[in-house]
């Protein structure tokens, strides 16, 4: 857990999320210089067309490249499904460092999960408020 925790604390971190989760990707991202990866589960993009599937689909993918390259592997959860706890504890053993999800799509297993850190995504609905909490909130390593 704490690559990513001390990463996320320069001034400056290139994340590279894949287009599709690929070892060649991850491996010509590490190589460009990126300081981690996000690869991505239960997920449509708008606008693009691409869907990734739930852990069951991209597991191999993921174990693939946690096991290839050196810098930290994060996931980008969607909410296409749901995530359940079942899928989250698969997730988590695969080796991931850290989850990328939207506030409001995290549950509460996974928002206390000490195992992983937790970049937490806001959109335009959230008041000041709601973002200042959720950064004072020592579960959560970034916004």
């Known amino acids: 857990m704490g690559k990513i925790a001390d990463i996320l604390k320069r001034k400056f971190t290139i994340i590279s999320n894949l287009y ?60 296409a499904p749901m995530i359940r706890r079942e899928e989250w504890e698969k997730i988590v053993s695969t080796g991931i460092d850290y989850v990328k999800m939207m506030a409001h799509h995290m549950p509460s297993f996974i928002y206390n999960d000490e195992r992983v850190c937790k970049i937490i995504s806001v959109g335009s609905g959230y008041v000041l408020e709601q973002v200042e909490i959720l950064a004072h909130d020592g579960r959560v390593s970034a916004i």
């Open 20 to 79: 599709t989760n690929s070892l060649q990707l991850a491996s010509a991202s590490e190589e460009g210089g990126a300081d981690a990866i996000e690869l991505n589960l239960n997920l449509e993009e708008s606008g693009t067309g691409v869907r990734y599937g739930t852990i069951d689909l991209e597991e191999h993918a993921i174990s693939e490249i946690i096991g290839s390259i050196k810098i930290p592997v994060g996931v980008r959860i969607g909410d």
